[in-house]
Structure formats: structure tokens, C-alpha cells
């Protein structure tokens, strides 16, 4: 059995007895510290911009920037996020985040996400709230840009949602030529890729991406329903 633990990040107002700022940082980085010195497996970290029950204006810490300083901060424990939220960036970018992170982890990256769920940070960040099957949908197509542009070196993607590495443009030089692919490197240590992590309960929809494309679920619910999902896998 493998224990992890979350790092107060300031989402759940877990840093407000801790000088605000760098004191609120460092008191994350000691956390991380600890937590790898007592032998704990991983470090999880929630991808949230303000706090809740209420948003105030106190710190939190945002998701990948922290994950990053972490990484340089320790050197043997696991570095997930639990989970991230598909809204919050294109997942071309995403892609580019990951991947430059488990290198400079040395291959110690878990990388989490969900379609997003929390309509009153989404619409505060100018971000459109979409209905469930939209956001599923999206989430869906990313983990697909996710696997592509960590393996491929040219990755094509021609989607419901998202379209990578396709179409006609201007290059450096001014000229029109047509894309031959979304370029992403470096390319993660872990190989295949680091270790994906989808987020979801919902039977008809998001256990059909899990069942099809995570190597793990962050489940909620009957483990019933998830067994019968899992043989959707392809």
C-alpha cells in the first residue's frame, strides 16, 4: 500500500496562520519536505484559484507553478494534482506544462484531471462555464492531445473541440506553408508518458474516457458501476 498526502496550498484556507506570501510558500515547501522525509509515496495538489467556502482575498496557490517549485524542492516523492481542471488551460499547453515538468522532476510526475466542476471560480476567471456534456467532451479530446503530443514528435489533432497542428499559416520567414504537426519538446522521462490520472464518477460519460484512456481513476461512487465502465475499455 502507498500513502500520499496534499500540501496546504491555501484552497481550503490551510495557509492563513503562515506569513502571507513567500512565508506562505515556504510553509508549502516544508510540508513537501516532510512529507518525503517521513517516506510518503506522492504529493497531490488541488487546482483551485481562490478559497472556498467563500472566495477571499487570501492566497492560493495555483497548480503547476507550484507543482514545478516543488519538483525542484525534493527529490524522491511523486508530484500529482487532484485533480486538474480541463477549463483552466488549452490542452496543447498542457501538454507543454506536463511535459517540461517531469523532466524537471527526473520522471516523478502524476498528472491529474477532470472536466471541471466549480462554475462560480470559472466564470470569476472569465472562463465559460459549459454544460456537462460539453465539458466531458472536451476533456475527452484532451487526454487524447495529452498522449499524442507526449509521444509524437509531430502531433495532428482534428476534433469536436480542439483542432492541433493543422492548417495554413505565415512561418518565421512570412511565407504561407501548412502546419505538419504540434512540435513538444523536451518529451517526458516517464515512458510512455507519465502516469494518467482522469477524475470522474459519471457512468455514461467520463467512466467511458477513464475506462478508454486513464492508467488511473479518481473515482467517486459505487465501484459496481466503475467495474461495468471498465469494460468499455479499448
Not at 511535459?99 to 522532476?105: F, H, R
Not at 477513464?210 to 465502465?229: H, K, P, Q, T, W
Request: aromatic share 10%; with cysteine; glycine share 10%.
Amino acid at each position: 500500500m502507498q500513502f500520499g498526502a496534499f500540501v496546504p496550498q491555501g484552497w481550503r484556507l490551510d495557509l492563513v496562520s503562515s506569513p502571507p506570501g513567500h512565508g506562505q510558500y515556504q510553509a508549502m515547501r516544508s510540508c513537501a519536505l516532510l512529507a518525503e522525509q517521513l517516506g510518503y509515496h506522492s504529493l497531490w495538489l488541488y487546482d483551485h484559484f481562490h478559497t472556498v467556502p467563500e472566495a477571499l482575498p487570501e492566497s492560493c496557490f495555483e497548480v503547476w507553478t507550484a507543482t514545478a517549485a516543488l519538483a525542484e524542492a525534493t527529490s524522491r516523492i511523486r508530484l500529482g494534482q487532484m485533480c486538474g481542471c480541463n477549463i483552466y488551460r488549452p490542452p496543447a499547453l498542457l501538454a507543454k506544462i506536463t511535459a517540461n515538468i517531469d523532466v524537471m522532476s527526473n520522471g516523478r510526475l502524476e498528472v491529474g484531471i477532470g472536466a471541471g466542476w466549480y462554475e462560480h471560480e470559472c466564470v470569476a476567471y472569465g472562463y465559460p462555464f459549459q454544460k456537462p456534456s460539453v465539458r466531458i467532451g472536451q476533456l475527452d479530446e484532451t487526454v487524447q492531445i495529452l498522449k499524442g503530443m507526449w509521444t509524437q514528435d509531430a502531433f495532428q489533432f482534428d476534433g469536436k473541440h480542439y483542432k492541433i497542428g493543422l492548417g495554413e499559416v505565415k512561418n518565421y520567414r512570412g511565407e504561407r506553408v501548412l502546419l505538419q504537426g504540434a512540435i513538444n519538446h523536451p518529451k517526458p522521462l516517464q515512458k510512455p508518458h507519465p502516469p494518467l490520472w482522469i477524475a470522474g464518477s459519471g457512468e455514461q460519460l467520463t467512466l467511458r474516457t477513464v475506462a478508454r484512456y486513464a492508467d488511473y481513476s479518481n473515482f467517486m461512487g459505487s465501484l459496481e458501476i466503475g467495474r461495468a465502465s471498465c469494460r468499455e475499455r479499448v
